[in-house]
């Protein structure tokens, strides 16, 4: 399955922000999704996933309350909203797709399909 990430750009902090991701090539509801953020030199973060039905979600710790993940698999998309951002939020956000939704955290092994990243910068 391929993934293209879009709505990355400059906000300010305590701004939105929501971010697509367009998946092909697969059966998409087949699929758990999600989102992860990374930056050279900075420790690779999961932010959240969902199942491939949408009946299971998980949002980490360190953005639950402010980033919401959601799907439409009538137009093979998944979307992370992102709320109350801060600088600290400024990375390169990807999303991910597995077939596997137990997976796609990362804590046992990183997801099979990665998009290209999309730039989010927060300024103060």
């Known amino acids: 399955v391929q993934l293209q990430a879009s709505g990355g750009g400059l906000v300010q902090a305590g701004g939105s922000l929501g971010l697509s991701c367009a998946a092909s090539g697969g059966t998409f509801s087949n699929y758990a999704l999600g989102w992860f953020r990374h930056t050279p030199g900075k420790e690779r973060e999961f932010l959240a996933r969902i199942s491939g039905s949408g009946g299971l979600i998980h949002v980490a710790d360190s953005v639950k309350g402010r980033f919401t993940i959601s799907r439409d698999n009538a137009k093979n998309t998944v979307y992370l909203q992102m709320n109350s951002l801060q600088p600290e939020d400024t990375d390169v956000y990807y999303c991910?797709?597995?077939?596997?939704?137990?997976?796609?955290?990362?804590?046992?092994?990183?997801?099979?399909?990665w998009g290209k990243g999309t730039l989010v910068t927060v300024s103060s």
């Open positions: 991910v797709a597995d077939q596997s939704y137990s997976t796609l955290s990362g804590t046992t092994r990183l997801p099979g399909y």
